[in-house]
């Protein structure tokens, strides 16, 4: 409650009328609500590499702890941007309408080991279908983290846990006081609760039939994208510049997380990365959009390549 009581006190000086007024530098400004995630690399090395100067755009970043937190905000248009936004929680806003949603640029894809279902080094839980019926927790319910393990034990056969909803950094002291039997942790939460309490990793959940699905972006609204359209291609450039360096040199993206998140440079030399593409593909999209159909999380099919900004 006190993070986003913060938030709310730090975009109510933001205005309604975001991404149209310009710095004193003659750039245009634009804000983003971002999380402290490796899904947000692209974004800061794209500020501390002058990628957004060098596209006419003055970028303020405001952290947050769950892009959902940021979404009234940017229905309301006091953010333009919500970086790292994870693709369920806004594709189920665009549907009920209380969004209307547009993808500037995808953020990251699944990849190996970005993330992990951890268990107690001495729990009885020994395989993946011992998880049927557990406790696993997750930082949303009903969510990205949710559909995906619930793919890879669909895949295989075997049956599903029961969720709990623990924010990512609650998620160590939930294990270590049992609270749940396992936890369904990200980068670079992921590597700190193996290093602080030994946990072991039960299953990569970077793995088949999920590797390579989308599932974070920078997300906008039709409003911003309509009325400011050479400041979301500008950003969209910027962005997809920077994903491109994230792609070819990994080494950038662990030399900048210790600027955002709380990974020391040691721990960033070696937590699992996710996939950056450096460009938006909406036949990737495709497969999340129908997984989430087949889940249940959304009522009706959607096409992603009516949500993206050309």
Do not use: W
């Not at 149209?20 to 750039?27: E, I, N, Q, Y």
């Not at 692209?42 to 100067?53: E, Q, T, V």
């Not at 769950?66 to 189920?92: H, R, W």
């Not at 491109?244 to 997380?257: S, T, Y």
């Amino acid at each position: 409650m006190a993070v986003a009581a913060a938030l709310t006190l730090l975009l109510a000086a933001c205005g309604d009328d975001g991404g149209g007024s310009m710095s004193a530098g003659g750039r245009a400004e634009i804000t983003v609500a971002a999380l402290p995630l490796t899904d947000s690399a692209a974004l800061y090395l794209a500020r501390d590499r002058g990628l957004f100067k060098k596209e006419g755009l003055d970028v303020t970043i405001q952290p947050v702890q769950q892009s959902i937190q940021a979404l009234p905000a940017l229905a309301k248009g006091q953010v333009d941007v919500i970086a790292s936004a994870n693709y369920v929680t806004f594709l189920q806003a665009d549907e009920k309408g209380t969004l209307d949603l547009r993808i500037l640029a995808e953020g990251v894809r699944v990849a190996p080991h970005m993330m992990d279902v951890l268990v107690p080094k001495d729990s009885d839980i020994k395989s993946v279908a011992d998880l049927a019926g557990k406790k696993v927790a997750v930082n949303i319910l009903n969510n990205i983290q949710s559909l995906t393990l619930n793919a890879i034990l669909d895949a295989r056969g075997v049956g599903r846990p029961v969720y709990r909803q623990i924010p990512f950094p609650q998620m160590g002291p939930a294990l270590e006081r049992d609270q749940v039997d396992a936890v369904h942790a990200v980068e670079p939460f992921d590597s700190a609760i193996q290093g602080e309490l030994k946990a072991r990793v039960l299953l990569d959940a970077g793995s088949a039939p999920v590797r390579s699905l989308p599932i974070s972006g920078y997300v906008t609204t039709k409003k911003f994208a309509a009325g400011h359209a050479k400041e979301a291609a500008a950003f969209r450039r910027a962005i997809e510049a920077a994903s491109k360096i994230a792609a070819q040199d990994p080494g950038a993206v662990r030399e900048e997380l210790p600027k955002y998140t709380k990974v020391t440079a040691d721990q960033a030399g070696s937590i699992g990365l996710p996939a950056y593409p450096a460009a938006t593909d909406a036949a990737q999209l495709r497969r999340l959009t129908e997984l989430m159909k087949k889940q249940g999380l959304l009522k009706t099919a959607v096409d992603p390549a009516t949500l993206l900004v050309k």
